[in-house]
């Protein structure tokens, strides 16, 4: 296996920096402290302009998720890489979908925010960190078992295209604004960068996601599966950390220069003082994603591309993200309410039964999570 390129390292570093230094900026623009790129909370905030929860702090359609879709889209068509697949347990992916935004709603963020969490000084995001990287191994252990869910096999172009076209057709609604789309006058949702910088970072952040298969659980994985020699060894997996690690750094940085740092464990815009409940929700997310061989924002930028399995599974995290707010059970402040405990303990118990009805005995990593893994 070749080593990693060198005229490669800028890529992944850039990725990185774009990611960073563009979420510190949408916060500073005016989106919400430490969520200036966030895909659960803005998946919710999503849902609620569409009436599919009555939260009125929470609806807004946050042109960045749109921006990631359809800036993901644009590229692999430039690059003629978007290829439409699926029909890989989709019903599961949707369920699966389902209980990743859950999980980000207990910890109040998704994989991209837990890292801005921790780059702004929120020393309370370490837990979610160790329970998203113990998710990871957990998920790892079982497809190293036999898990599978079966191979994704080459559809109608046009079935790829659904994804991007609900996207494009979202763009218009938030250009438009028609009476039945609804917008917050108050609370998170309310607090938003200016449209065409939100939908530029968007834009932006999904091409180069799709360049480098950027993935913040699948960097997690690789660490797990191998060595420091093997990670050096694969071009794809080096790729990965150098991104990581530049988006943490950018991140850092950029909240430094901008003001924006508090280190300190208490009192963190989106944290909450249920550390337990938010190392499960964040190690559901973990388990979840390695699953479906992707974390949210990586599952949105492959629906970009054509993959319809993550388009079915982008499906489940919108019915999530409502119902999430109808059924009150994001975390807050004031710690993490019974029915997101009891959603938690359903959704790990869902994800070992998952885990466990589809292992192939004997077979070893399946060779379609094998070929995303190397």
């Known amino acids: 296996m070749e080593r990693l390129r060198p005229q490669m390292i800028p890529l992944f570093i850039g990725m990185g920096a774009v990611i960073g230094v563009g979420a510190v900026l949408l916060s500073w623009y005016g989106n919400p402290a430490n ?12 849902a609620g302009a569409l009436g599919f929860h009555g939260n009125v702090r929470m609806q807004y359609l946050r042109p960045e998720i749109i921006g990631l879709v359809l800036g993901a889209f644009g590229l692999s068509m430039f690059r003629g890489e978007f290829r439409s697949s699926g029909g890989s347990s989709p019903l599961l992916r949707f369920l699966v979908g389902v209980f990743l935004i859950v999980g980000c709603a207990v910890f109040i963020g998704c994989p991209v925010k837990l890292l801005l969490r921790i780059a702004a000084g929120d020393l309370s995001a370490l837990t979610g960190l160790a329970g998203l990287a113990a998710g990871v191994y957990v998920g790892l252990e079982f497809i190293e078992n036999g898990f599978r869910l079966g191979k994704a096999e080459p559809a109608p172009r046009a079935n790829g295209l659904i994804i991007p076209g609900f996207m494009f057709f979202l763009l218009i609604l938030a250009l438009v604004q028609p009476g039945f789309i609804t917008q917050s006058e108050k609370g998170s949702a309310a607090q938003h960068a200016p449209f065409l910088l939100s939908l530029g970072v968007g834009l932006l952040i999904g091409a180069l996601a799709q360049r480098t298969r950027f993935c913040i659980t699948g960097g997690i994985a690789r660490l797990f599966l191998w060595g420091p020699r093997e990670i050096m060894n ?125 292992r192939k005995r004997g077979y070893g990593i399946a060779p379609e999570y094998q070929a995303g893994l190397d």
């Open 35 to 46: 969520s200036g790129l966030c895909v659960a909370c803005f998946m919710e905030n999503i």
């Open 234 to 358: 694969c071009p794809r997996s080096t790729g990965l950390l150098i991104s990581i690690c530049s988006f943490f750094g950018f991140a850092l940085v950029a909240n430094l220069l901008t003001g924006q740092f508090n280190f300190d464990l208490q009192g963190q815009p989106s944290s909450s003082p249920s550390y337990g409940w938010a190392f499960l929700g964040m190690f559901m997310v973990g388990f979840g994603s390695v699953l479906i061989r992707g974390c949210p924002l990586r599952q949105l930028v492959a629906a970009g591309q054509g993959d319809n399995d993550a388009g079915v599974t982008v499906m489940g995290m919108l019915v999530g993200a409502a119902l999430v707010q109808n059924w009150g059970l994001s975390g807050n402040a004031e710690g993490t309410p019974l029915p997101g405990q009891i959603a938690v303990l359903l959704g790990l118990c869902l994800l070992f039964l998952v885990g466990l009805l589809n």
